[in-house]
């Protein structure tokens, strides 16, 4: 069985923000917001080919 390569490569996710008593933050319209974080992430490098 071939080894597994892993490398990391940074992801962005959309994240509901939280106040410091962990309530869901809130516009004035009452929608929930949102916040883009980028993670690292890690994945197997055969399946990203690498560019040219």
């Known amino acids: 069985m071939a080894k597994v ?3 990391a490569i940074k992801m962005p996710f ?3 923000t939280y106040d410091e008593e ?3 933050k ?3 319209n ?3 917001v949102i916040a883009v974080v980028h ?3 890690r994945h ?3 399946y ?3 560019k040219k």
């Open 39 to 41: 993670r690292n992430v």
């Open 26 to 28: 809130k516009d004035k």
């Open 5 to 7: 390569n892993f490398g």
């Open 14 to 16: 959309r994240e509901q």
């Open 44 to 46: 197997n490098k055969a």
């Open 30 to 32: 009452g929608n929930p």
């Open 48 to 50: 990203f080919p690498k």
């Open 22 to 24: 962990g309530n869901p």
